[in-house]
């Protein structure tokens, strides 16, 4: 239950057999009772069927179903070792936090760095720097990927960021390199998060921030790493909660 | 046009009974902060005439333009003053400047000239960074620390959330103390989360006194973190436009236990940094013609 999307996936048998993810809004408690049913409707399946269902990301009393829950940074190792058997380190960027997580070959979650109290570092920022480009958030990444020069941003801070982009567009600086500018931010942002882990490879990014091509894109030049990340980064969070009864025997708390 | 409600009032002032041209040394300061501009014109080092206006787009035009609106009606040009001093964010941008001096430098000098030798402590609280100064008692800064990182606890928070609710800034004090019981303060630090939370207050039916009243206790503690760590000593000022929100003063005032010396009628706290920079003016000035 993240602070932007509600993630539901259904794990059968060793595989994904389906997912949904609709916004949060403001009741995330209805909103995860909507996708739970949506999905269930979709594999053609009742509640009765499910064997197990894990929370992740919020309590149970807003999935008040769920059988377990388990914590975001857990979540998140066990749903990288899974997609990619390889990766030790795991960073998850989402609408309102970021966290990185150290794990074991059996996803195994060892250590975490979490930043949930500055938007500087999580998508929100992306989003305010979108509308302050006045460019469309799915438009932002592809269109930093044509930057021409490189251009830094002095403000940290999402409010600050906001007015820089402001002025940078007045001197007119072209978007792209703003744009680059932008994602170069919170890579940088993200990168001293996860090294203040340790960064061990191999490195997986998931979150709905991985989207991003833009963002992917400096954080790899950042880090100096080649990323590992999945098709639909967004429920990776979903994927390890599936897991987690699997692993555990269902005791997981 | 939408109601611009973080919009405060630009304003310009001539001291009464004075007259500039039996002066003997006439001097200005210019403080380009990142909101605001402010000009002070000094004659024979005692506060003439000030302006305060909103920082545009470029420095230079800013300076420019809080200058000749502080010299509006005085008879007095430009080429009057005999010696300026920069300050603030945008001080190396102040085109008719003989010199930049940093803002914490001039605001302790400001609010030793404004409040007396007594002045030990000052808290600068800017549209977008937030200072305690310490200093001695010719207004010489020993020690600071300051936030100019984050927006939570400077003037630009303010103004979103004043945005946010459609209070106009310079009631967003006064109305976060009409309350019966005082509520929790928002949790977030970060203005953006800050702004999420507060919209989430609404939506459960909080007036919005209440949520100004959380956000303003909020920006108390966070501001009192920042004068706890330099050091609390007594007299105790604050400058600078937040200083004018009394929602604020008054909660950091409790959290503090010390109270700020009262607002001099005469001078307006935010012209503190200016009044410092053309005292600097002026000290230069003298020094440049005695050693000429």
């Known amino acids: 239950m993240g602070s932007k999307n509600v993630k539901v996936l259904i794990f059968k048998?060793?595989?994904?057999?389906?997912?949904?993810?609709?916004?949060?809004?403001?009741?995330?408690?209805?909103?995860?009772?909507?996708?739970?049913?949506?999905?269930?409707?979709?594999?053609?399946?009742?509640?009765?069927?499910?064997?197990?269902?894990?929370?992740?990301?919020?309590?149970?009393?807003?999935?008040?179903?769920?059988?377990?829950?388990?914590?975001?940074?857990?979540?998140?190792?066990?749903?990288?070792?899974?997609l990619y058997p390889s990766a030790r380190t795991v960073i998850d960027v989402g609408a309102e936090t970021s966290r990185a997580a150290r794990c074991n070959e059996k996803g195994k979650m060892i250590d975490f760095v979490i930043n949930e109290k500055c938007?500087?570092?999580?998508?929100?920022?992306?989003?305010?720097m979108a509308r302050a480009l006045e460019v469309r958030l799915e438009e932002i990444g592809p269109l930093s990927l044509k930057a021409e020069k490189i251009i830094s941003m002095n403000a940290q801070c999402t409010i600050f960021a906001e007015s820089e982009v402001v002025s940078l567009i007045h001197e007119k600086t072209s978007k792209a390199d703003i744009a680059r500018a932008i994602h170069d931010s919170i890579a940088n942002r993200i990168a001293s998060l996860t090294?203040?882990?340790?960064?061990?490879?191999?490195?997986?990014?998931?979150?709905?921030?991985?989207?991003?091509?833009?963002?992917?894109?400096?954080?790899?030049?950042?880090?100096?790493?080649?990323?590992?990340?999945?098709?639909?980064p967004e429920f990776v969070g979903a994927l390890g909660a599936a897991l987690t009864p699997l692993k555990s025997g269902g005791n997981e708390k | 046009m939408k109601k611009q409600f973080w919009r405060w009032p630009e304003y310009r002032r001539t001291v009464p009974d004075k007259d500039w041209t039996r002066a003997e040394v006439v001097t200005a300061g210019v403080d380009v902060g990142a909101v605001s501009s402010k000009a002070a014109i000094?004659?024979?080092?005692?506060?003439?005439?000030?302006?305060?206006?909103?920082?545009?787009?470029?420095?230079?035009?800013?300076?420019?333009?809080?200058?000749?609106?502080?010299?509006?009606?005085?008879?007095?040009?430009?080429?009057?003053?005999?010696?300026?001093?920069?300050?603030?964010?945008?001080?190396?941008?102040?085109?008719?400047?003989?010199?930049?001096?940093?803002?914490?430098?001039?605001?302790?000098?400001?609010a030793n000239y404004i409040w007396g030798p007594t002045v030990r402590t000052i808290l600068d609280m800017g549209g977008q960074d937030c200072k305690a100064i310490r200093c001695d008692e010719k207004g010489k800064v020993t020690n600071f620390l300051m936030n100019d990182k984050c927006a939570a606890g400077t003037g630009r928070g303010i103004e979103v959330i004043a945005d946010l609710l459609s209070v106009p800034i310079e009631e967003v004090g006064s109305m976060s103390l009409v309350v019966e019981k005082e509520p929790k303060p928002v949790s977030s630090t970060c203005v953006v989360f800050a702004k999420s939370?507060?919209?989430?207050?609404?939506?459960?039916?909080?007036?919005?006194?209440?949520?100004?009243?959380?956000?303003?206790?909020?920006?108390?503690?966070?501001?009192?973190?920042?004068?706890?760590?330099?050091?609390?000593?007594?007299?105790?000022?604050?400058?600078?436009?937040?200083?004018?929100?009394?929602?604020?003063?008054?909660?950091?005032?409790?959290?503090?236990?010390?109270?700020?010396?009262?607002?001099?009628?005469?001078?307006?706290?935010?012209?503190?940094?200016?009044?410092?920079?053309?005292?600097?003016?002026?000290e230069f000035y003298e020094k440049e013609r005695k050693d000429a």
Not at chain 1, 54 to 75: I, M, R
Not at chain 2, 57 to 82: C, F, V, Y
């Open chain 2, 197 to 282: 939370e507060a919209l989430e207050l609404l939506r459960k039916g909080w007036p919005k006194e209440m949520v100004l009243a959380a956000y303003c206790s909020a920006m108390a503690s966070r501001i009192a973190e920042l004068l706890r760590r330099v050091g609390m000593e007594r007299d105790f000022v604050i400058t600078g436009g937040i200083s004018k929100n009394v929602g604020i003063v008054k909660r950091l005032e409790d959290i503090i236990s010390i109270k700020a010396l009262p607002m001099k009628k005469e001078f307006d706290p935010i012209i503190a940094g200016a009044i410092g920079a053309g005292l600097f003016a002026k």
């Open chain 1, 195 to 232: 090294r203040r882990l340790g960064i061990q490879r191999d490195v997986a990014l998931m979150g709905g921030v991985a989207k991003n091509v833009g963002f992917v894109n400096s954080l790899q030049r950042t880090l100096e790493i080649e990323l590992l990340v999945p098709e639909e």
């Open chain 2, 42 to 110: 000094m004659i024979d080092g005692e506060l003439y005439a000030y302006s305060i206006m909103r920082t545009g787009a470029s420095s230079p035009d800013s300076a420019n333009k809080a200058m000749d609106w502080a010299l509006e009606g005085t008879g007095m040009k430009l080429g009057h003053i005999q010696y300026i001093v920069g300050t603030g964010y945008g001080r190396v941008n102040v085109p008719f400047a003989n010199k930049a001096i940093t803002e914490i430098t001039c605001h302790a000098r400001g």
């Open chain 1, 13 to 82: 048998d060793g595989q994904i057999l389906t997912r949904g993810l609709a916004p949060s809004g403001f009741d995330q408690k209805a909103a995860a009772e909507k996708v739970f049913n949506g999905v269930l409707r979709k594999a053609g399946l009742s509640r009765g069927d499910i064997d197990h269902v894990v929370v992740t990301g919020a309590g149970k009393d807003l999935a008040p179903y769920a059988n377990s829950e388990v914590s975001v940074v857990g979540a998140d190792a066990l749903g990288g070792n899974f």
């Open chain 1, 119 to 128: 938007a500087a570092g999580s998508g929100t920022f992306i989003e305010a």
